[in-house]
């Protein structure tokens, strides 16, 4: 998929050697980060020195340490059921209910069965 064709949900992950990844959305690149060793053999994960996701509302960059992610909403991305970035909190309780999600979860909080949750 191109990701130029979904700027709303690009994400992409920085690591330490310089070099990015860009992905059409969170699920996918969480897939990619949950399986580095098919996907970027012989990096790890502490090789990541940045992972940044589109905010839902506002459009801009978001580092994902302080993006709070919701899961089962109505709203679909590129690739169907999405984790939604938002900025704040407050505007992902607000998603949450306007939107029908489940559930707010923090970057420490997904984990591969997430993903399977969402496939």
């Not at 679909?76 to 939604?84: I, K, T």
């Given at each position: ?45 502490e ?7 589109t ?5 801009r ?58 496939d």
């Amino acid at each position: 998929m191109f990701v130029a064709k979904y700027p709303a949900w690009a994400t992409r992950v920085s690591f330490d050697d310089g070099t990015v990844a860009y992905f059409d959305g969170p699920k996918d690149m969480f897939k990619y980060l949950f399986n580095l060793q098919k996907y970027r053999p012989g990096h790890s994960r502490e090789e990541v020195a940045t992972i940044l996701v589109t905010g839902y509302y506002d459009l801009r960059p978001l580092d994902a340490e302080d993006a709070h992610f919701v899961t089962g909403s109505d709203v679909y991305g590129p690739m169907g059921h999405e984790l939604v970035p938002l900025a704040s909190a407050e505007d992902a309780e607000e998603f949450r209910r306007d939107h029908r999600g489940d559930r707010i979860l923090r970057l420490e909080d997904i984990s591969p069965e997430t993903m399977d949750e969402l496939d």
